[in-house]
């Protein structure tokens, strides 16, 4: 397909299969001949296999056109084309998310690329320059000449107003790349340069990745993070395009949850489902199948965990719950702690709507019961963006079902009338990001709804309700309570007459539409807090002594006896 983008054509090619789910965008920087024209493009894409790859996998493909050849083009240019091309791609399946008009979903966290000979050398170029636009990118023949824009502060393209003291470097940002070329020494200054920006030491490993070998160095936080470096003779065959696309674009993701993202390790479609971690059950509501992920503490027998709490983890928009399932780290919490079975449901179509959707949360519980004896006064209900409107609406409409809910950067959303009329308590810990357009200022009907329901008498005045305390990074979220990243909290904290946290509302510092693991961790702690005894509309105080950590320790420690 030839799409034409600020006077420059680009070859592209939009996969039958693309439709539901979020899309990659892969682009590929070909040698200067092959991307001097739409025709030599369009073949180039072919042979080299990357045009059947986009089509397996739902992807959108993108090959700039470049007559004047790579060496005259700026190291932002595909970020510049996906700004502008991201919105355009409209679906050939007949198949698209609801709200987006017909268009693809090309997600900023899904974004790859791979160059060859003068192409590779422009894209670690845009390596140096633009760290944080790729989740991965393999250079193939080249390698960059220019590092210079290491010193320049990053592009912190995914949070336009950063906080002031938010001053990254391009050359501090870890990134995923796969160096191929002849001879070792040609990528020496490669290896050096993004081996400091990921903090990576040592003589690397060797492995291998299908038939070719590499030495790997990674970043000592053992995340995503890696430089690897192959020798050998290399070309645009589609054997080697298969490798890089299975072996390094579907095993990492940059998580849209920070001004330049992180880069997180990430199991494919297949290789999720045909993991052990989560298990696969379903059941019917309204006439459709519902399918859920289970995961139950690890080093714990489905037995051994008969009596546990439930929580719910519900999908945004566009985001199957396989992709979601250990994104917000809910299941390592629950690995750590041993204390809830966790619950990963899939919406038709990867979308929530309360009318079809709400009542197959009842359903899942009667089959967790019956398979794991859960505790049925202690099931949570939490969800981010188009899940978190879920959390608020089924948790509102359904409230004998739920202890807790944690809405998460959810955009508005009404709540049963019936709810406020009816007496139901209903503790609810809110997040939302500083820097999300989607959910800045939609919290303050649901708090107010909140504070009224929970019996908390906040006073309200030109700034909003006054809260009875501040946490934050210094007074709660701290290292030995756990937190890595608790800087970024503060929550204002509503106590009902008893001084118990009933409300809690916590706006993340420079957070996009998004989530990290640390918000898992204090939502449990303020929702592990509370019980609905006989699904009733009260809900009392479950004693706590200790911290989460210890206490959720030594009930793991009890159940492995």
């Given at each position: ?348 179509e990867n979308i929530w709507f309360l009318e ?108 909003g309700f006054v809260p009875d305390a501040i ?91």
């Amino acid at each position: 397909m030839r799409i034409a983008w600020e006077g420059r054509e680009l070859y592209c090619h939009i996969s039958t299969k693309a439709g539901f789910d979020p899309v990659k965008t892969l682009y590929v920087c070909a040698p200067g001949a092959d991307a001097a024209s739409y025709e030599a493009a369009a073949r180039f894409a072919q042979a080299s296999g990357w045009r059947e790859i986009a089509e397996q996998d739902g992807a959108v493909l993108v090959l700039p056109i470049v007559p004047h050849g790579w060496r005259a083009e700026d190291a932002g240019l595909l970020m510049e084309i996906y700004r502008g091309t991201r919105g355009s791609f409209p679906t050939q399946s007949g198949k698209s998310l609801y709200g987006r008009g017909g268009y693809l979903w090309c997600w900023e966290t899904l974004i790859y690329a791979v160059g060859y000979e003068d192409g590779a050398s422009f894209l670690g170029d845009a390596s140096a320059a633009c760290p944080s636009f790729f989740a991965a990118a393999a250079l193939v023949g080249g390698v960059p000449q220019d590092y210079t824009p290491g010193e320049r502060p990053s592009s912190h393209w995914l949070v336009e107003n950063v906080s002031a003291d938010y001053k990254t470097l391009n050359r501090e940002l870890p990134v995923c790349l796969w160096l191929m070329v002849r001879e070792r020494q040609e990528a020496d200054a490669a290896v050096r340069y993004f081996n400091r920006s990921n903090g990576a030491q040592g003589p690397g490993c060797e492995e291998m990745f299908d038939d070719i070998s590499a030495t790997v160095y990674r970043a000592p936080d053992g995340g995503a993070a890696q430089v690897r470096i192959s020798t050998g003779t290399f070309g645009p065959e589609p054997a080697l395009a298969r490798t890089v696309f299975s072996q390094l674009f579907e095993r990492v993701i940059r998580w849209k949850n920070g001004p330049d993202g992180k880069l997180t390790p990430f199991m494919s479609r297949a290789d999720f489902y045909a993991s052990p971690r989560f298990a696969l059950d379903s059941v019917v509501y309204g006439g459709r199948s519902y399918g859920f992920f289970v995961h139950v503490p690890e080093g714990l027998t489905a037995e051994q965990a008969r009596g546990l709490p439930l929580v719910f983890s519900v999908h945004g928009r566009g985001e199957p719950a396989w992709m979601f399932a250990e994104k917000n780290g809910w299941d390592r919490l629950a690995d750590e702690t041993g204390a809830f079975l966790l619950a990963v449901p899939d919406s038709p179509e990867n979308i929530w709507f309360l009318e079809r959707d709400g009542g197959v949360f009842a359903r899942m519980i009667d089959r967790l019961h019956s398979r794991y004896g859960i505790d049925r006064e202690r099931v949570y209900l939490t969800g981010f963006s188009n899940g978190g409107m879920m959390t608020r609406e089924a948790g509102t409409r359904y409230p004998q079902l739920f202890a807790a809910l944690s809405p998460w950067n959810a955009p508005p959303a009404e709540t049963w009338p019936g709810f406020a009329e009816g007496g139901w308590q209903m503790p609810c810990f809110i997040y939302l990001g500083d820097n999300d357009p989607v959910a800045r200022g939609t919290e303050e009907p649901l708090l107010e709804q909140m504070l009224r329901a929970n019996c908390c008498a906040a006073v309200r005045t030109a700034g909003g309700f006054v809260p009875d305390a501040i946490y934050n990074g210094e007074n709660h979220y701290t290292a030995a309570r756990g937190y890595t990243e608790g800087e970024r909290f503060g929550t204002a904290v509503y106590r009902d007459a008893q001084g118990v946290p009933r409300v809690c509302v916590t706006v993340m510092k420079n957070m996009p539409h998004g989530a990290i693991h640390d918000e898992s961790r204090a939502a449990w702690e303020f929702m592990r807090r509370y019980r609905r005894p006989g699904n009733g509309k009260a809900v009392e105080t479950v004693p706590h002594t200790e911290s989460t950590e210890t206490e959720c320790a030594k009930q793991k420690e009890e159940r492995l006896k």
